[in-house]
């Protein structure tokens, strides 16, 4: 007789899912599946509206990352219109890009992953909670929140406002940047580094307690993808996919992105309605890959910034080339914030940057496009056929989120195999059954393109599939 | 300096519930909240503790499954603590609260404990009536929206009048 252990809903990640575990009879997990119970249908919804009208109906599939969907959708549409943003105008969306990649790993890492982190997964709930970090750490709180605001400042002082600003368009953005704003980003930036510094160092520090618990913390040979520039530098804007395997070989060392569809494929399974992304040469479900930070610096060769390359030798130096638990996507995070922020400023300083042309204008000169850039959780796709008049026929979105999802559900089952004992779910297990989730940082709003607030529900199942017991939060 | 700060929050795609971001708006135009800062946000995260350590009095403005459609309640906010984090339904011990979004509460509490501030704060609700899909407020809602503005203005005079909390 097998049985389930159902996790039901899961905490602190964007989104509403479940999770089952099945026991078999010996009482050992055999299976374990993280559930998406929401579904959206934005391919649907988007078609029959004008292709121009993409960025802003995109970027409301989701209110954490909307600027990624806008510059994927964006950048979809130039494709259409057969025209290359204008160099000013793909400049300012690599700024706001980034803006949002810092705001979103820093609500990741200091917002929802820091309780954990600061008190260990067996802590007491009643402290494992961002006051209680504001208590005993109050120093990396601030820094947190002073990074995250300022991500957010930039996507609103450069995008009119916070939530889907309305400047990202087809052939650039809207507006010129204004020397002003130009020169309050580049005054906050300084300071924002040394909050990721700090942030950075403290973490380093404390990396030696979690070896153990990384060990088997969502660690697992799979490919990984990412977007790389010419130089094989992080790209998280545009570039080519370049794809490696577990051992840092690549599997693809310059794809185009406009050719995903002869690499990737997409699987349905019935228990979710999060789609299966996976690595057509390898087949499913053997072609799993991960992206996210962590594969973007396992994929690239730098960052490109001076003060995150110091950063990414001492990660390698102390993980290995190839960082293969899930739990590194922690430490990955960090350094992509530092990577952002100094991005940000060495665009800030190019002598372009206020250039009054920052838009190209086009008609419709295809029937189809692709727009692919990198969205803080991974590698994201527009890709969208539209009629003669510009009317959407077809959408497809692969969203950062749907490519990890075969990699979640892996690492669900590997920390469940190491922690669920007996027949009943307790808070330690139940929590690191999520937070090896969150991890990964899921943001299930966009991969289903779902409506609501995210819950999770954590289910034991026996071999007969009788409930034996249910946790939700 | 510290001044007056409103924060209208809510999904604007959710019908009433973006009564929260539409009384915003209206508040930033209105002359007896001269002087104050007028957010509106979808919803209440992390960072709004840094604006509200630098006000001397907050109005939160939110949306209520709770009352009668249209009807406009005003309660206190009390800083939380760690250990009065969360408490979310089905779970004792549940950990803090879900994702990026945080309550009244919390936010306070995050304000005292990384900037030593706590203003006295204030979350003015509205009864809603319907939350499904869709950018319209309902009839009931709408009309609330002078009451609304009515009660944040006393609050936000009433503060003034007495200095930074």
Redesign the interface.
Known sequence: MTRTIVIDPVTRIEGHSKITIQLDDRGEVVDAHFHVTQFRGFERITQGRPVHEMPAITARTCGICPVSHMVAAAKAVDDIMAVEAAPTGADLRRVINLAQVVQSHALSFFHLSSPDLLFGFDADPARRNIIGVARENPGLARDGIAIRKLGQQIIEWLGGKRIHPPWIVPGGVAEPLAEETRDRILAAIPEAIAAAQRAIAWYKSDLVRWEEEAATFGNFRTAYMGLVDREGLVDLYDGWLRVIDADGKPLEERVDPRRYAEFIGEAVEPWTYLKTPYWKPMGYPDGIYRVGPLARLNVAERTGTPLADEELEKFRWRIGRVAGSSFHYHYARLIEILHGLERIDQLLRGPDILSKHVRSRAEVNRHEGIGVSEAPRGTLFHHYRVDDHGIVEWANLIIATGNNNMAMNRAVLQVARQHVRGDRLEEPMLNRVEAVIRCYDPCLSCSTHALGQMALELELRAPDGTTLDTLTR | MTRALVIGYG?T?RSDDGAGPEAASILAGDPRLAGAEVLA???L???L??DMSRASIVVLVDASVTGRPGEVTVRPVVA???????G????A??????????GPA?LL??AR???GAAPSAFVVSIGAADLG?GEELSPEVRAALPRVADAVAGLVGRGEDAGPG
């Open positions: 999904n795609l946000v979808q919803q995260v992390p960072e503790a840094l939380a603590g760690a250990g009065e984090m969360g979310t339904a089905g779970m011990g549940a950990p803090g609260p879900s994702s990026h979004h945080v919390e509490g995050l404990e990384l900037y899909p």
